[in-house]
T-cell receptor, first 116, second 112 residues
């Protein structure tokens, strides 16, 4: 158990819909990262928040957005869903914010999203 | 942009054989991390390498960071069925914003 929690574990929805994935980082960790893992794309970095502020952006689509709340939990919002958005979405947390830090990332169990 | 390439994509070995996965970056890395993801699980941190030419060992696992800090390898001696999973390298280049960029992973299967 990494200490990172993600809900829900599974999500099945239809194209065009909007969903919200939730992540609670390990106690004391200020950074939250979101990744998308699909069979043919490996682990794709989407976005990072550090202490409530966006810190880095990866290949995140405009239909996707995220935020980190004052209690440090984070939500990833996926809208206008397409079949290709079906994937495993991981949240990870680390103590620092990456800049001049060498922190390992602790991954949550993931949310498996299926878009039908 | 920064890219981290990992080979091979798949490796099937007989239990007891050795295994190596290689990681190459398009830019000089500040550090590199290795993660293992068991089937149906999530990535779990294994180790971090920071210094040029660094070598670290964890029991049967040997991790190396190249002298130029652009490549790395993970070698497993005498594989066991518990080694099954996907091994990812992840490189960080502070000149490219410091994001951790993951390789595509090497999926290891071990035949008993």
């Amino acid at each position: 158990d990494s200490g990172v929690t993600q809900t829900p574990k599974h999500l099945i929805t239809a194209t065009g819909q909007r969903v919200t994935l939730r992540c609670s980082p390990r106690s004391g960790d200020l950074s939250v990262y979101w990744y998308q893992q699909s069979l043919d794309q490996g682990l794709q970095f989407l976005i990072q928040y550090y202490n409530g502020e966006e810190r880095a952006k990866g290949n995140i689509l405009e239909r996707f957005s995220a935020q980190q709340f004052p209690d440090l939990h984070s939500e990833l919002n996926l809208s206008s869903l397409e079949l290709g958005d079906s994937a495993l979405y991981f949240c990870a947390s680390s103590v620092g914010g990456d800049r001049n830090s060498y922190n390992e990332q602790f991954f949550g169990p993931g949310t498996r999203l299926t878009v039908l | 942009g920064q890219q981290v390439m990992q080979i091979p994509q798949y490796q099937h070995v007989q239990e007891g054989e050795d295994f190596t996965t290689y990681c190459n970056s398009s830019t000089t890395l500040s550090n590199i991390q290795w993660y293992k993801q068991r089937p149906g699980g999530h990535p779990v941190f294994l180790i971090q390498l920071v210094k040029s030419g660094e070598v670290k060992k964890q029991k049967r696992l040997t991790f190396q960071f190249g002298e130029a800090k652009k490549n790395s390898s993970l070698h497993i001696t005498a594989t066991q069925t518990t080694d099954v999973g996907t091994y990812f390298c992840a490189g960080r280049d502070y000149n490219q914003g410091g994001k951790l960029i993951f390789g595509q992973g090497t999926e290891l299967s071990v035949k008993p």
